[in-house]
Structure formats: C-alpha cells, structure tokens
C-alpha cells in the first residue's frame, strides 16, 4: 500500500514538473514574441547609403546611430562625450581634450588619442570637400599628448571650434582598421564606430538593419533591433504603418516628411500611434541662385518679387496644419545672434507687382507672363520628390507666382541630384533649409562662401566682396560685441538681396508606437538619441 501511495505521489509530481515546464516554456515565448514586437523599422524614402562618416552621401540619422564626437552639443551648451574634458588657450588657437578610457570601437579596436589623430588626419586631408565647415581651413595639427590626451592647433582662433566638432559629421570617429589607402577619402572598408548601434545588415534601396552595441560605454540600448526600411514616402509609407509592417517614422536628414499632417493625424485617431514634435529647429526655404546671369532670378527685384508673392499662412495653417509657424526672416529670433531688426516682406500681390513694373517686367496686353527687353518672367524650382509637403507647396506658389505674371515651372528630384545641383549651380530655385539650431547661425552662414552650398547664391550679390569679408571676421573675433554686430551686417546684406526666401520654421517629427516612451529630440535636426527610447 505504502508503495502504491509512493508510485501515485511520484506520478503527481511528475505532473506537476510538466505543466510547470510548459508554463515556463509558454512565458518564455511570449517573452520572446514581445521582444520581437518591440524591434522599431522606419520607414525611410532613400537608402542609407555609404556611411562613411568623413564624407556626406550616407543618412545621418543613420550615421548618428554608429559614430560620435569628441563633445555633445545640447539644449545647455556643448557638454562631454568622447572627450571627458577638456581646456582652450588663452589666444583660442590650442585646444586640448581628455578622452574616456573605457570607449572600443565596433570591431574591438581602442578608443584613444592615437584613432583620434588618425581619424582628424583622414579628415583634414580631404579638407577642401569640408570647407563649408570654416574648422576643416583652421586646424593646422593633431598631436598625441599621451594614450588618452590629444592636442588639436588650431592657424588663429575660431569661437565655432567645439560645435562644429560636436556635428553629425565629419568630426566623428571610425576604427583605423576601416581605413583605406591610409585613409578615409578614398572610402572605408567597414562602419566600425563607437556608438550605440552596429550595423549588421544592408541591402541597397530595400533595408538596413542595426543591433544593439551590448558594450557600448553609456550602457547598451534598451532596443535590440532597428531597422531602415527603404519605402516610398507617402501612401505606401502610410499603409505600411496600418498594417504594422513599419511603426516609426521621422523627419528626414533632407527635412522631409514620409507621410503629410493629414495622415499623421489620422494615424494618431485610430488610436496606435503617437506624435511627438520638437520645438522649432530650422528655417525651410526657398534658395535662389544669383549666379544665373541668363535667368530672371539674378535680379534682386526679381527675388523680392517672388517674396511678397508668396501666401505664408496659408501654407503654414493648410498645407503643415499649423504644426510650422510662418517665417520672415532666414533665422527665427530664438537663434543666437540672429535677434536683427530686419524689413518684414508680407504676402502683398500688389507690392509683387509694383516691385516687377518698376524694375522693367512688364505684362503686354493679355499676356500672362511678363517680359523684359524679349525674355519672359520663367523660371525653374526644384522640390524634393519624396516630401509630399515640398510638391503641395510648389504647386501652391505656382499658382500665387503666376497672379503676378511670373511663370514658374516646377520639377520633383531626388534629394541626392537636389544637393548636386546647389553644389553646382545649376538651378534657379529650389527648396532647402537652415542647418538648424544647434549648427545656426555659424554653419549656414559659412556656408555662403562655400563651392559645396550655397556659394552660387550670394556670389552674385552686388555685395558679395562684403558680405565674404564680414563672414571670415566673424568667425575669428575674439570679441563679442564685435561678432554681434559682424552677424546683423551679414544678415541685413542678404536679407535685403532675398537670396534666401524664407517660408516656415520647421520642427522634427515622430510618429510611433503608443508604447514607445522616453522619444526625445538632440538639438541637430538630423538624428534621434534611439538609444534613449524604450518599450513599457
């Protein structure tokens, strides 16, 4: 009996281990099924490209999930990253960092003065293809202090030097290893960083794919897994995120939106997903080329014209919902030094129309488009073809343009040949924006004089030997008055040229996850701290 009683208690635990074991099995693959879901995709509208990090064809967003900068430029000033710390001379020409210890590359290679050197050496010697970064003409050496200390000298001081070391690119830091012929310029042999993600899968124009640094310095991510997903912006984007096959997206590096406001809302109503905006960071605008001497928009009554004929609220509020706000001026007042009393242009068809009469544009009888000495009023503006938001406000200000007998065409590119063409200068128009806050007023307005931006706008400006002199000095005054004041004569000069034609103030935009918390904004327009963000 004692026996039976044994065999049945033993039977019953055996039981009991069973449905035990099945339990921990059943949690354990729902563990993993939620881990899973909590993978993020983004939808994006163009691949990633090469991400080589000293040079400028890959994602930033991208490249700021894999590389980092010697500092960290933040809503408080520039703080530590790579660097510890670090002192500045007296004369503002030596600046000395003290680098973290505990910092590898990707590929295990040491983080330390001497891949610092290296990776500033690779930089500088492709310094022409920088020079829109005025530091990229201003360091004359690197130096090695010891294993974790490293000197940068700098020909005359530069009061940019530590936000335009703490950019995107190209003062980010790759593993010697990845180096080619020496080097960077030539490309590099792999995307070994120090950041928070690795990335561990490519396919060109379909998908990209980054898993979490599990020995990153700051603590491994909270998200295992992100991926790009290449899709066309708009509808597809839009329907992909219905159907969960994509569940986040963002404002671009070209500040370009993968759906419009609409579906964003609508998105948001169904009740899955969140939107979250940061405050203002860059100016959307319209670029004229000033350079084109056989074209229309060479002239500066032209391009006031074109300013006054432009419905700002009426974008603002219809085509961005009110989720931008109206510009009138290159930088909105909250960007230092750019608090400058300037002459407001407001949507005035009738001013339009006096500024063409009196510069010689005149309509003949029934014609549309006005003409002067034989030459019609046409021009050509260039919109971003992935943002549905840049194609409804061409049309718009196609259709504004034309009340005045300005004929414009418009012409949807990728953003790649868009770049290309301000590069170039072949262009009339075309759309682009302000670097953003944490690079403004110092890198857009650098760029000015710059063959790589926006060099074609200004130099045919009646004051470009002015405007290029005041640039040089105040990116070296010492003095802060001085450098104030240098800023508001830039300012005013090209303000009154209307080679930049200011539209909205935009911001950066997420949708995502309800359950996706912890979403924040750096103070560069063109990366996310994903890091940060975690599933509840």
């Known amino acids: 009996m004692l026996v039976k009683r044994l065999k049945v208690a033993l039977f019953m ?53 894999i590389f980092e900068s010697l500092v960290e430029n933040t809503e408080e000033g520039i703080k530590p990253l790579l660097a510890e710390s670090w002192h500045i001379s007296d004369d503002g020409t030596v600046y000395t960092f003290h680098l973290r210890e505990d910092v590898t590359f990707h590929d295990g290679e040491p983080f330390n003065a001497e891949a610092v050197k290296q990776n500033i050496e690779a930089i500088q010697e492709n310094a022409e293809t920088h020079s829109w970064i005025q530091l990229s003409t201003k360091i004359e050496q690197c130096e090695v202090i010891d294993e974790y200390t490293i000197e940068i000298t700098l020909s005359e001081a530069y009061y940019p030097t530590l936000v335009e070391l703490s950019m995107t690119r190209p003062y980010v830091f790759t593993s010697p290893n990845d180096f080619i012929n020496g080097g960077t310029k030539d490309g590099v042999d792999g995307y070994n960083g120090t950041g928070p993600y690795m990335l561990s899968g490519h396919k060109t124009d379909e998908y990209a794919i980054f898993e979490a640094n599990e020995n990153y310095w700051g603590g491994a991510p909270h998200i295992q897994t992100i991926t790009s997903q290449v899709l066309p912006a708009g509808e597809t984007t839009f329907l992909a995120l219905q159907k969960g096959e994509v569940n986040f997206v963002f404002t671009d590096d070209r500040g370009a939106d993968s759906i419009d406001v609409e579906a964003m809302e609508q998105l948001v109503a169904a009740g899955d997903y969140q939107l979250t905006r940061s405050k203002p960071m860059n100016t959307k605008m319209i670029v004229a080329n000033s350079s084109r001497v056989d074209n229309p928009v060479s002239e500066s009554a032209v391009r006031e014209a074109i300013w006054y004929a432009i419905d700002r609220e009426t974008i603002a509020k219809d085509i961005f919902s009110d989720t931008e706000t109206v510009a009138h001026t290159l930088f909105s007042s909250n960007i230092h030094y750019a608090d400058v009393e300037l002459k407001e242009r407001g949507y005035d068809v009738e001013r339009a129309k006096e500024i063409l009469e009196d510069a010689g544009w005149l309509l003949d009888g029934n014609a549309d488009v006005r003409t002067k000495d034989g030459q019609e009023l046409e021009m050509l503006l260039y919109y971003d073809v992935n943002s549905p938001s ?54 857009t307005i650098s760029a000015f004089k710059s063959e790589n931006a926006y060099m074609h706008t200004t130099s045919g400006i009646e004051q470009v030997d002015e405007l290029y002199e005041k640039i040089d000095e ?25 080679v930049f034609i200011p539209i909205s103030n935009g911001s950066m935009t997420v949708v995502a996850p309800n359950e996706l918390v912890d979403i924040s904004f750096r103070q560069t327009q063109f990366e996310l701290p994903f890091e940060q963000m975690r599933f509840e």
């Not at 994006?44 to 990090?53: E, F, Q, T, V, Y």
């Not at 409804?392 to 005045?404: N, R, Y």
């Not at 770049?419 to 007023?441: C, I, K, M, S, V």
């Open 474 to 498: 105040v990116m070296v005054t010492m003095d802060e008055d001085e450098r104030s004041a240098l800023y508001a004569d830039i300012l005013t000069i090209v303000h009154e040229e209307a």
């Open 390 to 443: 840049q194609k409804t406000q061409a049309e718009f200000i196609q259709s504004t343009l034309k009340d005045v007998g300005i004929q414009l065409d418009i012409l949807g590119e990728e953003s790649t040949s868009i770049a290309n063409r301000r590069t170039t200068g072949d262009y009339d128009l075309l759309f682009n924006q302000t670097w953003g806050l944490a690079y403004d007023p110092q890198s």
């Open 13 to 65: 635990v055996m039981i009991v281990s069973v449905l035990v074991a099945c339990s921990e099995a059943s949690e354990n693959t729902s563990g993993e099924e939620t881990e899973q879901e909590q993978e993020l995709v983004y939808a994006a509208a163009n691949d990633i490209n090469d991400l080589n990090p000293h040079l400028y064809a890959g994602s930033m967003p991208a490249q700021g999930k």
